[in-house]
């Protein structure tokens, strides 16, 4: 028998190791860029938004390719692969010497990662059904707790040790998640059974995944979703300025203000995970898109920071019932076999959405303020919701549960 909660306390170490290597460098880049002689401004934003953006593109194309591989091979074996391999890649990124080496390296850390859809794989065909809500609400937890801890986390350490050994910190961390994973992590996985089946393309398990209405839509709410925050965020400093005014907090406010919607995330999210467990995840999954929409609206009419912390605190309540119980519905409606290739789909959307996002925002903020932008994200919520609504609960009516 397989111990589900030993897998569930493992990889949320693992994920929250994971995203916190992944954001560390997010303080410091525009820094390390300037250490490696760089010294026009323009310049260095340039090559910032490259570098960072270069992981999510490869990372987008890859994830299909390595979601068959893991149905074909097991998903623990596609968890050391990313783990270790993403160790020795954010390890060699403190010996780079030019930008454009960052940049490729940044470039094949996103081709081989892969730890966050093998882990909620995983964990979403080794965990029975009536607590699968909780485990991918708790999972999350840990790769948003990750996200929110890693920009702090690498800012501090490069006051202390500077910016290249933060990523030989990073590599040994997802080094020690990697062995931890290899050792505790146990996998029911018929591998005799896996190989009989025949080998398909990328875009062959899309074909075959496509007709199956439901996950369609949970993609599109987990593009929505990382494009609806990502959007404003160009913006979000220059916002809280505003708001504020200069001074000294200036920089701790918009900090602040970036990461409050993780934190109430990562208290929501395994709390909304065990309620759909009760009450059925395409409750929870409209009521949270709906939710989310509502939240994004005050904050297009806030007078000062504390509102804004506020309203997008209360956001995060809603967003953290989204991702998980998105996760949840995916290894419902996905055919066995398959669950690794859909998971891979939706983190390509994912990835989709954290590149576009502040793209189209950035672009947009040419003809549209951040407050409209706020009020564009809850018209995409809300067209998201009436198709989730259509396209998940016509067969669940409100009335058969606490809702």
């Not at 934190?263 to 898109?289: E, W």
């Not at 297009?300 to 995060?316: E, I, K, S, T, Y």
Request: glycine share 10%.
């Amino acid at each position: 028998m397989i111990n589900w909660k030993v897998n569930l306390a493992v990889l949320w170490v693992g994920q929250f190791f994971v995203m916190a290597g992944m954001t560390m460098i997010m303080p410091f880049l525009p820094l390390y860029l300037k250490e490696m002689g760089l010294q026009d401004a323009q310049e260095i934003a340039t090559w910032t938004g490259i570098i960072f953006a270069g992981n999510f593109v490869t990372s987008f194309l890859f994830q299909p390719f390595w979601g068959g591989m893991a149905d074909r091979y097991g998903r623990k074996v596609m968890l050391l692969r990313s783990g270790f391999g993403m160790a020795a890649v954010m390890t060699t990124m403190g010996f780079a010497h030019a930008p454009w080496v960052l940049l490729l390296l940044r470039l094949v850390n996103g081709t081989i990662s892969g730890y966050a859809p093998a882990s909620v794989a995983l964990m979403s065909t080794n965990t029975p059904r009536e607590h699968i809500g909780f485990a991918m609400g708790t999972l999350q937890s840990g790769a948003v707790a990750g996200s929110i801890l890693g920009p702090f986390i690498g800012g501090l350490l490069a006051e202390l040790i500077g910016f290249r050994y933060i990523f030989y910190v990073t590599g040994a961390m997802l080094f020690i998640a990697s062995m931890v994973t290899m050792l505790l992590v146990k996998e029911k996985f018929n591998a005799a059974e896996a190989k009989k089946q025949p080998k398909i393309s990328v875009i062959q398990g899309y074909k075959d995944l496509r007709p199956i209405r439901q996950l369609p839509t949970l993609y599109s709410i987990t593009f929505v979703i990382q494009f609806s925050i990502q959007c404003s965020m160009p913006l979000m400093a220059l916002f809280v300025e505003e708001l504020h005014g200069t001074g000294e907090l200036l920089a701790f406010y918009a900090g602040l203000v970036a990461s409050i919607t993780g934190f109430s995330n990562m208290v929501a999210a395994p709390l909304l995970g065990k309620l759909s467990d009760r009450i059925g995840p395409q409750r929870i999954l409209f009521v949270s898109l709906i939710g989310a929409a509502i939240f994004f609206i005050p904050q297009a009419f806030v007078q000062n920071v504390w509102q804004l912390m506020a309203a997008r605190f209360c956001l995060g309540i809603f967003i953290g019932g989204l991702l998980p119980t998105v996760n949840s519905l995916i290894r419902t409606y996905t055919p066995v076999g398959m669950e690794s290739r859909s998971y891979s789909f939706n983190t390509s959307a994912l990835a989709l959405g954290n590149m576009l996002g502040p793209v189209i925002g950035g672009a947009l903020s040419g003809f549209l303020n951040i407050r409209e932008l706020f009020l564009f994200a809850t018209v995409m919520l809300a067209i998201n919701a009436a198709w989730s609504y259509r396209t998940l609960l016509g067969k669940h009516k409100i009335s058969d549960g606490a809702l």
